[in-house]
């Protein structure tokens, strides 16, 4: 998703290397992470967002 995003001039957030995610983080859909690691990751998404948001705010002004 990333990588497409890039392509069409979207920044995309990407808090985790998706390659450190292992199958056994996953949930049985493969999809969703277990609830500690969806923790881990929201947390790191909280983060990288409010750096994002600074950056920007700091351009702007």
């Known amino acids: 998703m990333a990588?497409?995003?890039?392509?069409?001039?979207?920044?995309a957030l990407v808090p985790i290397d998706p390659v450190a995610l292992s199958p056994r983080l996953y949930q049985r859909d493969a999809i969703h992470l277990n609830f500690d690691d969806a923790v881990r990751f929201t947390y790191a998404l909280a983060v990288d967002l409010s750096k994002t948001v600074m950056d920007v705010a700091n351009r702007v002004s």
């Open 3 to 11: 990588i497409a995003s890039q392509k069409v001039g979207v920044d």
